[in-house]
C-alpha cells in the first residue's frame, strides 16, 4: 500500500513535474490546483500528508491549512513558498504545518522532508517502526513483517494498523477509524472493522489490540 499524498499548486508545471517524482518513488498522488477543488478532494479523502503551496487560486495554502486544523484533521502537512516569503513559515507553523521548503528546491530534498515528517508522525527515527523482537512495520509503505516474513494485509487493515501506530496507548473511536479507512462515498461497515481488527490480533497477538465496549479500540504498545 503506498502513503497518498495530496498535492495543492497551482503552477501546472512543476505540479506535473513533483506528482511525477513522487509517483516515481512509490507514492500515491492526488493532485489539485485551486483551494476549492482542493477542499472537495481533502473532504473525500483520506491523506497521508499533503504538500501545498501558499499562493494558490480562492484561498492561501496557509489560511486553507488553517481552516483544516480548526475542524480537527491533523493530517501531516508541508507548505511550499517562494524564496521571497519570508513570513510564509512562521505563518505556517502558526496555522500547523509540520515543515515548510522555498522554492526552487530540488526534488530530493522534497523527499527527504516527506519521509522526515513521516518519520515524526510515527515517532520514528527510522521508517521501520519495531513492534516487539518478532514484528516490524514499515511507516512509508505500510507493509507489516512477522519473523522475517511478509504479512500480506489488505490496504484497510494497513491504514487501520498505521493508526493504531501513530495513537500508541490511546483510545481510537469507531468514528475516527471510519474518517480514517472509508473514503467518501463508500459505507463504514462495523462488520468489516471487526474483521481487520481480528486479522490485526492474528498477527500482533490478541493483548495488543483492547476493545473498549461500545466506543473503540485502544492498541496497546507494551
Given at each position: 500500500m503506498k502513503p497518498k499524498i495530496f498535492l495543492l499548486e497551482d503552477d501546472i508545471e512543476l505540479n506535473d513535474t513533483v506528482a511525477q517524482f513522487l509517483r516515481h518513488n512509490d507514492f500515491e498522488i492526488v493532485q489539485s490546483f485551486d483551494a476549492e477543488d482542493a477542499k472537495v478532494k481533502i473532504f473525500e479523502t483520506h491523506f497521508d500528508l499533503w504538500l501545498m503551496d501558499v499562493k494558490v487560486p480562492f484561498q492561501s495554502g496557509i489560511d486553507l491549512l488553517g481552516e483544516?486544523?480548526?475542524?480537527?484533521?491533523?493530517?501531516?502537512?508541508?507548505?511550499?513558498?517562494?524564496?521571497?516569503?519570508?513570513?510564509?513559515?512562521?505563518?505556517?507553523?502558526?496555522?500547523?504545518?509540520?515543515?515548510?521548503?522555498?522554492?526552487?528546491?530540488?526534488?530530493?530534498?522534497?523527499?527527504?522532508?516527506?519521509?522526515?515528517?513521516?518519520?515524526?508522525?510515527?515517532?520514528?527515527?527510522?521508517?521501520?517502526?519495531?513492534?516487539?523482537?518478532?514484528?516490524?512495520?514499515?511507516a512509508l509503505n505500510f507493509?507489516?513483517?512477522?519473523?522475517?516474513?511478509?504479512?500480506?494485509?489488505?490496504?484497510?487493515?494497513?491504514?487501520?494498523?498505521?493508526?493504531?501506530?501513530?495513537?500508541?496507548?490511546?483510545?481510537?473511536?469507531?468514528?475516527?477509524?471510519?474518517?480514517?479507512?472509508?473514503?467518501?462515498?463508500?459505507?463504514?461497515?462495523?462488520?468489516?472493522?471487526?474483521?481487520?481488527v481480528k486479522v490485526l490480533r492474528k498477527h500482533l497477538g490478541k493483548k495488543r489490540i483492547e476493545t473498549v465496549k461500545e466506543v473503540g479500540y485502544r492498541y496497546v504498545s507494551q
Open positions: 483544516l486544523r480548526r475542524n480537527g484533521n491533523d493530517t501531516p502537512a508541508i507548505i511550499i513558498t517562494s524564496l521571497h516569503g519570508v513570513d510564509d513559515a512562521t505563518r505556517g507553523f502558526d496555522a500547523g504545518c509540520d515543515d515548510y521548503i522555498r522554492k526552487p528546491f530540488a526534488l530530493k530534498e522534497l523527499l527527504a522532508r516527506i519521509e522526515a515528517v513521516i518519520k515524526r508522525r510515527y515517532k520514528s527515527s527510522d521508517n521501520l517502526i519495531k513492534i516487539d523482537e518478532n514484528r516490524i512495520f514499515d507493509r507489516l513483517t512477522v519473523d522475517g516474513e511478509k504479512v500480506a494485509l489488505k490496504p484497510k487493515e494497513a491504514k487501520l494498523l498505521a493508526l493504531f501506530l501513530q495513537n500508541p496507548d490511546k483510545t481510537v473511536t469507531k468514528e475516527e477509524i471510519f474518517d480514517h479507512l472509508w473514503d467518501y462515498g463508500e459505507t463504514p461497515s462495523e462488520g468489516s472493522l471487526r474483521t481487520f
